[in-house]
């Protein structure tokens, strides 16, 4: 049983690292896609092809990636459309580290109303998460990469 890779993003959207952590991602959904659509032409049924190509999890300042009302001038690629979009496509999960999320001014409506905040602002797509999920992506032998 092989483990799908988990992307850890760690850096601010504005990071040239955050614009790498996103490039990879395409490059091994669309990979990923490409394998599975050679193997369906194939006939090759197996439990592995129905996972998740990979984990992702937003930490630290890649929270701020999460929040709609994060303005992006036109010259520069919108990190969070990005994003929204792959999750979209690929039916990708978009968790974030809901403390850090707050802590940078990112809620969903749940955490607004639990802590008497005037409303949220998290971005379609992204969900915020405990830290509990991100030790589950890391058991077993999982694939490490930090953005």
């Known amino acids: 049983m092989t483990f799908p890779p988990l992307l850890l993003i760690t850096k601010d959207p504005s990071h040239p690292l955050a614009h790498l952590a996103l490039r990879y991602t395409r490059a091994?959904?669309?990979?990923?896609s490409n394998d599975d659509s050679d193997n369906a032409d194939k006939n090759i049924e197996s439990s592995e092809n129905i996972k998740q190509p990979l984990n992702i999890f937003f930490y630290a300042d890649a929270a701020h990636t999460a929040n709609r009302l994060r303005w992006q001038s036109a010259d520069q690629v919108n990190l969070t459309q990005e994003w929204q979009a792959l999750a979209e496509q690929y039916q990708l999960p978009l968790p974030v580290c809901v403390s850090t999320a707050l802590?940078?001014?990112?809620s969903d409506t749940d955490n607004s109303a639990r802590h008497q905040l005037h409303s949220d602002n998290i971005a379609t797509e992204f969900q915020?998460?405990?830290l509990s999920e991100?030790?589950?992506?890391?058991?077993?032998?999982?694939?490490?990469?930090?953005?």
């Open 128 to 130: 915020l998460v405990g």
């Open 103 to 106: 802590s940078r001014g990112i």
């Open 134 to 147: 991100l030790t589950m992506m890391m058991q077993g032998n999982c694939r490490l990469i930090q953005f």
């Open 28 to 32: 091994l959904l669309a990979q990923t």
